[in-house]
C-alpha cells in the first residue's frame, strides 16, 4: 500500500502509487523525477515533508502548486493566474 494525499489534503492508503510528489510545508508538486526534489532529499531536508498524489487534478484541489523546476509551464501559468488575481 501506498500513503498518498487527496483533494482535501488528508492522508490515504491506495494499491497504486503516486504520480507526482510533493512538499506538504511549501505545497508545491511536481514529478517524481524533479531534479530540484533530487537536489532537496540529497540534501536531506526534504524528506519528512515529502507527500504524493495520484493526480495533478488532485494536488491542485488540495492546494499545492506546480513546481517551477520541473513543471516550469505549469507554474509560469499558474503564477500568471494568481498575480491576476490579486490585483
Not at 40 to 53: H, K, L, P, S
Request: aromatic share 10%.
Amino acid at each position: 500500500m501506498y500513503k498518498l494525499i487527496d483533494s482535501s489534503g488528508l492522508t490515504y492508503q491506495s494499491p497504486m502509487p503516486g504520480t507526482l510528489g510533493g512538499h506538504r510545508r511549501h505545497r508545491i508538486y511536481g514529478r517524481l523525477d524533479c531534479p530540484g526534489a533530487a537536489r532537496a532529499i540529497a540534501r536531506g531536508g526534504y524528506v519528512t515533508q515529502r507527500v504524493f498524489f495520484a493526480d495533478e487534478d488532485t494536488a491542485i484541489a488540495a492546494g499545492y502548486r506546480p513546481c517551477a523546476v520541473c513543471l516550469r509551464q505549469r507554474y509560469n501559468e499558474w503564477k500568471a493566474h494568481n498575480r491576476k488575481g490579486s490585483r
